[in-house]
């Protein structure tokens, strides 16, 4: 056996897996709280990435240089998708909240693509180029043909992003009012939650996660376009259901799952096939453990 | 302290509640009796502004509330312990009553507040860990009150706190009802359908058919009246 070509394809499929968990995690947190598949969490994703573009674009023009465009064009990104994030809410589905489920989730297909085609008219329909904001760092070099810089920046920086939404969402006040809200609405608003102001945290925090998984897979792929969103989306929105839908280390470990079966069977099958084997993968979890791998565990005495 | 007049509720095309008028005292415990689907829940909802009425006034310490949100209410100091405890299940024990003091921020005073509850339900302090799913019932119950509790109440609305209990822990429950009211002052709105128990431990009482008022009048009196009895106590 190749170990070499292992640790390879391991490290791609942890790539994969970690950019998959960002954006699944936003479905997931969404899911949690007010039980809406917010599918244009995807555009989300891609608005964080041509952000980025822009900002770097312009940041070069200024003379900055290196590490500093890619926290600035990262920060800047979230920014702007939090901003996207909370009006969608505002716009596309508190007026619907209380409607029967299905007007939400036509709601959210049509910001979903509302929001692409507003990108193709003022953007282009063509794939641009995008600059690679992740320098090689001299370090990597003995082992850069295994695991190269742009990897180890993903792999760090998406630990660091879900051990910070850990800390969030276990000890902090909003993180508190978080889980309160997704176990019971209306008990939350009789302990003085603002449940509205929960929603909009929470789409904030997705929007942001999917912004950084824009620039990362921007700066790593090397070319966006309006359309990038929606594949990411429909793996993500995948990994979420694989993990169990509403549990947030599922929606990690599902698109960990998601990410190594893909890569592995790109690499040791074709890769014309990864993605039969990544909604195979979904199927056969579905048939053996329809709430997901990590589905409800807790039960409720009544 | 808590006023209500001509309150009309409605869940869609559906009248709840046909215009209610009742009134809490500073330092009372006042129940509200009646059979199922009464309108005893929706008037507490109403109160607590999560299903707010579609006309009348709701009147705390004289200002009208019904138009604020919920959160605003919990702020007044009207908290409510809801029909079915609505335990966060997956949160601990601990967690729960870190919830009911939500809005405050006096730590050192909260910390004074956990023992007062630890001190009244013993039985939560052993179990602070747990998941607050895997209570018992009786347990639940204890958790709902001590998690108003943490809110500092001025005004404390229990739904059905006795419901689907051991006579025991009922007793205990109502025991435990009769000294917060008198020990902290805190006045006490109490929704039952365990009649008797409810109208020996309050000081007034409403009667509520098909969401009106019907009936109202001193605790004592009621228990001696003919048609409560037949209808609600079952003698």
Redesign the interface.
């Known amino acids: 056996m190749d170990w070499a070509y292992f640790v390879e394809l391991l490290c791609s499929g942890l790539v994969r897996g970690s950019i998959y968990a960002l954006i699944a995690l936003g479905y997931t947190m969404v899911y949690g709280i007010i039980q809406l598949i917010n599918f244009a969490h995807g555009e989300i994703y891609m608005i964080g990435a041509f952000v980025a573009l822009i900002v770097s674009g312009a940041l070069t023009i200024y003379g900055f240089s290196g590490v500093s465009i890619l926290v600035l064009a990262a920060l800047i990104a979230a920014v702007y998708a939090a901003a996207y994030g909370i009006t969608l809410e505002r716009i596309a589905y508190r007026p619907l909240r209380g409607a029967p489920r299905l007007s939400p989730l036509i709601s959210a297909i049509g910001a979903s693509l509302f929001l692409q085609n507003y990108v193709l008219l003022a953007q282009t329909p063509d794939f641009l180029p995008f600059p690679a904001l992740i320098p090689d760092f001299e370090f990597m070099e003995p082992i850069a043909h295994i695991v190269g810089s742009p990897e180890l920046v993903i792999l760090v920086v998406t630990t660091l992003t879900m051990i910070g939404l850990t800390v969030l969402i276990k000890h902090t006040?909003i993180g508190?009012?978080m889980?309160?809200t997704q176990?019971?609405m209306?008990?939350?608003?009789?302990?003085?939650?603002?449940v509205d102001r929960v929603i909009s945290v929470t789409f904030v925090i997705g929007s942001v996660l999917a912004a950084i998984g824009g620039v990362l897979v921007g700066s790593y792929i090397g070319q966006i376009n309006f359309y990038i969103g929606f594949m990411v989306g429909v793996k993500a929105f995948t990994a979420a259901v694989l993990g169990g839908i509403g549990n947030i280390p599922g929606a990690v470990i599902g698109a960990l799952v998601l990410g190594l079966t893909e890569a592995f069977a790109a690499g040791y099958v074709s890769s014309a096939y990864e993605d039969v084997f990544a909604f195979g993968l979904l199927v056969l979890i579905l048939i053996v453990r329809p709430a997901g791998i990590l589905g409800k565990a807790?039960?409720?005495?009544? | 302290m808590l006023e209500l007049k001509n309150v009309q509720t409605y869940y869609g095309n559906i009248q709840a509640l046909k215009g209610i008028n009742m009134e809490v005292r500073e330092g009372e415990i006042v129940t509200l009796i009646g059979a199922n689907g009464a309108g005893k829940t929706t008037t507490l909802m109403t109160i607590?502004?999560?299903v707010p009425p579609k006309s009348g006034e709701v009147l705390f310490e004289g200002t009208p509330i019904q138009k604020l949100?919920?959160?605003k209410i919990?702020?007044k100091g009207l908290?409510?312990a809801?029909e079915g405890r609505?335990i966060?299940?997956?949160?601990s024990v601990m967690?729960n009553l870190?919830?009911?003091a939500?809005?405050r921020n006096d730590k050192i005073i909260i910390k004074q507040d956990f023992d007062y509850v630890f001190d009244l339900f013993p039985r939560l302090a052993e179990r602070r860990a747990q998941?607050g799913?895997?209570?018992?019932?009786g347990e639940?119950q204890m958790l709902a009150i001590s998690?108003a509790l943490m809110?500092r109440p001025r005004l404390l609305l229990l739904d059905e706190p006795s419901l689907?209990l051991a006579p025991i822990i009922i007793t205990q429950i109502f025991e435990i009802i009769r000294k917060i009211n008198k020990e902290s002052n805190t006045t006490v709105f109490l929704v039952e359908q365990n009649a008797n128990q409810a109208l020996k431990l309050a000081h007034r009482g409403y009667v509520m058919e098909n969401g009106a008022i019907t009936l109202t009048d001193t605790a004592a009196n009621l228990l001696a009246n003919e048609a409560v009895k037949s209808a609600y106590l079952g003698i």
Do not use: C
């Not at chain 1, 209306?186 to 603002?194: F, H, K, P, Q, Y």
């Not at chain 1, 807790?298 to 009544?302: H, L, T």
């Open positions: 006040k508190k009012a889980r309160a176990q019971d209306i008990m939350a608003r009789l302990t003085g939650v603002n807790v039960k409720q005495k009544v | 607590s502004g999560v949100s919920s959160e919990v702020k908290i409510q809801p609505r966060f299940p997956n949160m967690e870190e919830m009911g939500f809005l998941l799913g895997t209570l018992s019932g639940q998690r809110a689907g």
